[in-house]
């Protein structure tokens, strides 16, 4: 765990390129084109979108090699791909794929569920996703460069994201009031390094970008989390499962630009057909959750 | 001297906040650029890396475009990454509209995808003085073709790295990241002080 090398930096100098924008899930190329048109940063390639793991069931994994190759050739924004949580080959396979990001996902069916892949063995930057602080800092020890909330994916539900924000930002502002026992405490609470705890009390905020993911699916979703200090957007069946995805992605990317404006806001939200129909997180059973995986 | 300067960051997609961050550090006014109002009474500009197809399709979106093109025709701009390709007269294989404030020809991600990017300290001469200067290229530019006007700054593996032209200054790589000022203070001295001291109404 060394936060000085030089890949790490470059792995964090990526996330920091992506701040201010949205990431689009997609899961084919003509998907991707549509995504770059309407102004995403970058797009995230993965087997199916959320909602249909959530519908279809059954294992998911990563995206086959080709679609990622034709993701890669049809867009020049950067392409990031998720690989199961703890599977450690898809994502040297990935990294082989020249893929811009790995996201190790919770939405893909996990292949350990003890250990998270070794991200400091990889050149390729990794996001991954956290409810709490504590998962958050364990991620980045782990070697992650960026960090997104989990939300509950699939849903269309922005609560869980809500949730997983306002968790962090507390925690967060909790640790830079603590004298260096209590930091020692919080820190073996959280199950993270103290070197850690330490440089977020200092910063008072995490040390890698903290971006948003999980139920967003209205310009509106996409501003409330920026609000709550999300510095980018991932946006996943929120877009190709509404009715006119072109004109929502649009939308969803201005709001992120332009989240302290009501105005604009309110003018980026007409005309965009139906929404996602979605489900909402409270009526799903714990056991199916994404998000505690 | 810098407490007067109001220098812009185009804020409309990437790494702007590091920029304004390293800006008030200097005790220099920053502003975030996502209108065309924001540019008023600017005395530079910052265009921060980032995704330049992004920003390129959001200038048009915000319709920013005309007053963005006219502002980094006679005012100090910076381009850094993304930046730079926005700044560029040419970009090879590629429907994005530069503005042209800069004879160079360039390609985007010219050093290949995320796995092969980089960072190394560089030797630079700025003026008369040689410094060591952090530098990440990350899903760098690489510039091709400069016009004779322009002037070569840096180079890095016989590729031109840092380079400018009258009020425009660019450079391929980031030291923004590195909370590194050498390059931003190099900015305001060699461009935004003089552009700014030929302008009488500033002079209030």
Same mark, same amino acid.
């Given at each position: ?9 470059? %792995? ?7 701040? *201010? =924008? ?32 959530? !519908? ?17 050739? !049809? ?21 082989? $794929? ?38 958050? $800092?364990?991620?980045?020890?782990? =070697? ?5 909330? %989990?939300?509950?994916? *699939? ?51 995490? &040390?890698? &970008?903290?971006? !948003? ?6 310009? !509106? ?7 709550? #200090? ?5 946006? =996943? ?7 006119? &995805? ?26 965009? #057909?139906?929404?996602?129909? *979605? ?15 | ?6 220098? *812009? ?73 993304a930046g730079m390709i926005m700044l560029a007269t040419r970009i090879i294989d590629s429907t994005l509209e530069p503005m042209g404030a800069i004879d160079i020809t360039v390609t985007r991600n010219g050093y290949g995808r995320q796995v092969f990017s980089f960072f190394t300290d560089l030797n630079l001469t700025l003026g008369d003085k040689n410094v060591i200067v952090p530098a990440s290229f990350i899903r760098a530019p690489l510039v091709n073709k400069t016009g004779s006007a322009v002037v070569v700054l840096a180079k890095y593996d016989n590729h031109p790295i840092l380079l400018s032209q009258g009020n425009c200054l660019v450079s391929s790589f980031h030291t923004e990241l590195h909370s590194d000022k050498t390059l931003l203070k190099y900015f305001i001295d060699k461009f935004v ?12």
């Open positions: 765990m060394d936060f000085t090398d030089k890949t790490y930096k470059i %792995k964090v100098g990526l996330a920091e390129m992506l701040k *201010g =924008g949205v990431i689009m899930d997609v899961i084919n190329a003509d998907q991707a084109k549509l995504a770059e048109q309407s102004g995403a940063a970058a797009v995230m390639a993965l087997e199916r979108v959320p909602s249909d793991i959530r !519908a279809d069931g059954g294992v998911a994994r990563m995206s086959a090699p080709e679609i990622i190759e034709e993701i890669k050739k !049809a867009v020049t924004i950067p392409v990031m791909a998720k690989c199961r949580i703890g599977h450690f080959v898809e994502a040297e396979i990935l990294q082989a $794929l020249e893929v811009d990001f790995i996201d190790e996902s919770e939405v893909l069916t996990p292949a350990d569920y003890k250990y998270h892949v070794d991200k400091w063995k990889f050149k390729v930057p990794f996001v991954c996703g956290c409810r709490n602080l504590g998962e958050a $800092l364990r991620r980045i020890a782990e =070697g992650a460069a960026m960090i997104r909330t %989990k939300g509950e994916a *699939g849903t269309g539900d922005v609560s869980e994201a809500v949730r997983h924000l306002r968790e962090i930002n507390r925690a967060i502002k909790t640790l830079t009031t603590m004298s260096d026992e209590e930091l020692n405490g919080a820190a073996k609470e959280m199950s993270a390094p103290l070197s850690i705890v330490k440089v977020v009390a200092k910063l008072g905020k995490l &040390p890698v &970008p903290n971006f !948003a993911a999980g139920g967003v699916a209205t310009p !509106a979703d996409a501003a409330l989390v920026m609000k709550l #200090g999300a510095e980018s957007v991932f946006v =996943g069946s929120g877009i190709f499962k509404a009715s006119n &995805p072109e004109k929502r992605g649009r939308a969803i990317v201005t709001a992120v630009t332009q989240f302290s404006d009501p105005k604009a806001l309110a003018d980026c939200s007409r005309g965009l #057909g139906e929404a996602m129909k *979605g489900q909402p997180a409270a009526e799903i059973p714990d056991d199916k959750l994404l998000q505690i995986r | 001297m810098y407490e007067r300067l109001k220098i *812009g960051v185009l804020a409309l997609q990437g790494d702007f906040e590091r920029h304004l961050y390293q800006l008030t550090a200097l005790g220099v006014s920053g502003r975030e650029v996502r209108l065309s109002k924001d540019l008023l009474g600017l005395d530079g500009l910052i265009i921060p890396g980032g995704e330049s197809t992004t920003m390129n399709n959001l200038i048009d979106r915000f319709s920013l475009r005309q007053e963005l093109s006219a502002f980094v025709k006679h005012k100090a701009v910076w381009g850094t990454c002080l003089p552009a700014q001291a030929l302008q009488p109404t500033n002079g209030k």
